[in-house]
Nanobody
Framework: QVQFVESGGGLVQPGGSLRLSCAASGIIFSSKAMAWYRQVPGKQRDLVAV???????HYENSVKGRFTISRDNAKNTMFLQMNSLKSEDTAVYYC????????WGQGTQVTVSS
């Protein structure tokens, strides 16, 4: 079955960095566009960044120049390098396909606070 396991979140000060990882299974990962999403309590889940099966990235405007999405098709793994973090980046981060599957993992909490 489809499964996504996110990791790498944590508490970081403004201006700091984190690297998120996503392990995917149950899909033909190498042929699928993948994405990172984030959700703040009480709000809808938003798209943050997308990467094509061939590695072409696309970013939501607020993270352009700060976040970098990448993937390792040989290991069914995707990453999100987050630099220059801001308090408004605080959220639970999820990985999924683009478009997304019905199944969602537990996500990983990112908290940016001094």
């Amino acid at each position: 079955q489809v499964q996504f396991v996110e990791s790498g979140g944590g508490l970081v000060q403004p201006g700091g960095s984190l690297r998120l990882s996503c392990a995917a299974s149950g899909i033909i990962f190498s042929s699928k566009a993948m994405a990172w999403y984030r959700q703040v309590p009480g709000k809808q889940r938003d798209l943050v960044a997308v990467i094509s099966s061939g590695g072409s990235p696309h970013y939501e405007n607020s993270v352009k120049g700060r976040f970098t999405i990448s993937r390792d098709n040989a290991k069914n793994t995707m990453f999100l390098q987050m630099n220059s973090l801001k308090s408004e980046d605080t959220a639970v981060y999820y990985c999924n396909g683009a478009p997304s599957y019905d199944y969602w993992g537990q996500g990983t909490q990112v908290t940016v606070s001094s």
